[in-house]
């Protein structure tokens, strides 16, 4: 599933293409995807202008100048497209057109801009979301600061996880602590502060912890940079795929050696509620 580097991504191809811009024509090819799409949801976003796109946790909030929040979810394979936009998004590695067999939602805007639509899996979803309405509403009630924001700091992240009994992946993964974090980052960041993912949340040290701030920031900053990651169906706006899979230092790698300097131990493999989590038990502790 997307994460929030891959979702911070797509924002950013979709802004030059959407923000400011009307929409002529919207159109829905099916009634659903992951859920159904909202009553009148094509006619509704028909003759809007989008006056802002944002992005909350793996969300993609489009807001509208009638006062709603168009809200994307990508789902596990879905994808945004910009056919005919003067602007694309750059710096991929590799390019992977989408079966249009599976392009699900078309949008038209006044320049001649076309944006897509593609979920083979049809897990995503969108809905249409008054903006008074946003913060009451089931996708983003009680959800955590961003672990870019000003809300997310050491002090937060101390009391987050004081008192608690779970392991620090789980703590880290729950979106009512952070927003966004998903399985590859928080067992990237993890690593980079020699944390062992199954060591209880509640009984770190104030150093490490700083240490573990400090870490989730600079791997989602260098993901964002580097178009996010491809494990399978993720890509940009514009078919390419992010490359931060290259620079993976435990993830997905399973008997290869530790990339901490001087370490000279082996990344393992366990599975924990369905998640594949990975790390060096020589340096994480």
Request: proline share 7%.
């Amino acid at each position: 599933m997307p994460e929030l580097p891959e979702v911070e991504t797509v924002r950013r191809g979709l802004a030059p293409a959407l923000v400011g811009r009307r929409i002529t024509r919207a159109r829905t090819k099916r009634a659903d995807l992951r859920f159904p799409f909202p009553p009148r949801f094509a006619a509704r976003l028909s003759g809007r202008r989008v006056d802002a796109l944002q992005r909350r946790a793996k969300y993609l909030l489009a807001y509208l100048d009638d006062g709603a929040v168009w809200i994307t979810h990508l789902g596990m394979t879905g994808r945004w497209s910009i056919l005919g936009a003067s602007q694309q998004p750059g710096d991929f590695y590799y390019a992977e057109p989408p079966d249009p067999t599976h392009t699900h939602v078309i949008v038209e805007t006044e320049d001649g801009a076309r944006l897509e639509f593609n979920d083979p899996r049809r897990f995503g979803y969108m809905d249409l979301i008054p903006e008074a309405e946003l913060d009451a509403h089931p996708f983003f009630k009680g959800m955590g600061p961003e672990p870019l924001g000003n809300a997310f700091h050491e002090a937060y992240l101390k009391r987050a996880l004081t008192g608690k009994k779970t392991s620090v992946k789980a703590a880290l993964l729950d979106q009512r602590v952070v927003a966004g974090l998903g399985n590859i980052y928080v067992v990237e960041a993890l690593h980079r502060a020699g944390i062992a993912p199954a060591k209880s949340a509640g009984r770190i040290s104030a150093p490490r912890l700083e240490k573990l701030f400090h870490a989730i920031r600079a791997v989602l900053e260098e993901a964002i940079e580097a178009g996010g990651s491809t494990l399978s169906d993720y890509a940009a706006v514009d078919g390419a795929q992010g490359g931060f899979q290259h620079r993976f230092r435990v993830y997905g790698r399973e008997g290869d050696p530790c990339a901490t300097e001087g370490c000279g131990g082996t990344i393992k493999r366990a599975v924990h509620s369905g998640r594949s989590t990975f790390w060096c038990p020589r340096c994480q502790r």
